[in-house]
């Protein structure tokens, strides 16, 4: 035992550089863990100035000083930003609060009197007190669900002071990171070792990828949303600002977002439209909206993303989902191809030899 131990030790970190990149990625890990929350608004501005730092190259390509592109990104994150937080999510609280008031009870009439009707159909699968027991049940989980959203008491204060806090560090964070990036980032190689060919290695290959993901997914996000609110307008369907964010904010999770979505957007159109052409339009709409998605929209986005199994997808949006929330879930897959990245360029020990045998020859 103690013999397979020690030579797979050997194989895997018998290079100085394997040994680096594991404490890496260890001390990532246990500080995303331990200190993720408190580090919320600093990795949440940092997520935010990578994104920015593209449009800062694009702009600066085309003959814009680095001032002026830096100030003019800034500017329109800034206009965005509070854009968002004085127009958007009013409205859409609003609606959502409407839908909690309005729609949950017909929906809840609807599928009382559909459950209550089941022993007259199905007579041999369903009794009376099962339909029974299963109308209670929904009436339950629909009243409590209305209740968390409409109740507002005084232990939402902390969280509101907490929201605060956060919208006021995020954009002077942002600043700072898209402002001082050089300062920042040869202040963290210092701590790295001189030779570096693995970690090099590694960031390179993600660093393109990941930026690439993170932009398309908010363009992505944009696109579906808006166009899903466009499409749900058109057709005078009630609700249709919050279903286009719902809509949007799905894509966020590949095959689960687009199958949990559909059941709030299937449940509105329902209780408006009832079995009709209209109602049938709605979905067929909504269907297309995901095929140009999946289909179109994807591949041209994230044509230079690492390909991945959709097993190892679905389980990197479980493990980080759970370990990080909502932002766990945003970067399951850059987080699942840097952990590829990383297996791949792994140093191994026959390698490692290999390699130095190339350069003693050469």
């Not at 990828?209 to 609110?229: C, D, H, M, W």
């Amino acid at each position: 035992m103690l013999a397979v131990i020690k030579e797979w030790f050997t194989t895997y970190f018998s290079d100085e550089e394997a040994v680096y990149l594991f404490i890496i990625l260890l001390g990532g890990l246990l500080v995303m863990l331990f200190m993720g929350r408190m580090l919320a608004p600093a990795i949440t501005a940092l997520v935010l100035a990578y994104l920015m730092q593209g449009l800062i190259n694009a702009l600066t390509r085309r003959g814009m000083g680095h001032t002026g592109a830096l100030y003019l990104v800034y500017i329109f994150f800034i206009t965005l930003l509070f854009g968002t937080l004085m127009v958007l999510t009013p409205m859409v609280w609003k609606q959502t609060l409407t839908l909690v008031q309005d729609q949950l009870p017909r929906l809840l009439s609807s599928s009382e009197s559909w459950l209550l009707h089941l022993p007259e159909r199905y007579p041999d699968m369903v009794s009376t007190v099962q339909a029974e027991q299963m109308a209670g049940a929904l009436r339950s989980e629909v009243a409590e669900a209305g209740q968390s959203v409409l109740t507002v008491s005084l232990s939402s204060i902390p969280q509101l002071v907490q929201v605060m806090v956060f919208i006021v560090l995020v954009p002077l964070l942002v600043f700072f990171f898209l402002k001082d990036r050089d300062k920042l980032v040869g202040w963290f190689l210092q701590f790295l070792p001189a030779r570096r060919r693995v970690l090099d290695r590694v960031w390179k290959e993600m660093d393109q990828q990941i930026a690439n993901y993170v932009r398309g997914k908010a363009v992505e996000i944009v696109l579906i949303g808006v166009t899903s609110f466009i499409c749900f307008a058109a057709f005078g369907l009630h609700y249709a600002l919050l279903l286009g964010v719902l809509v949007g904010l799905s894509v966020v999770v590949p095959y689960i977002g687009a199958t949990v979505v559909t059941l709030p957007v299937a449940a509105v159109a329902w209780v408006q439209f009832g079995w009709s052409t209209d109602f049938a339009l709605v979905m067929l709409a909504y269907a297309i909206i995901q095929f140009i998605d999946g289909n179109i929209l994807v591949p041209i986005l994230f044509s230079e993303a690492v390909n991945l199994h959709p097993v190892a997808i679905i389980v990197a949006i479980l493990v980080f989902g759970g370990m990080w929330g909502f932002w766990g879930i945003f970067f399951a897959i850059p987080l699942a191809t840097l952990l590829k990245a990383v297996l791949d360029a792994w140093p191994r020990w026959r390698q490692t030899v290999a390699e130095h045998s190339e350069s003693t020859a050469a």
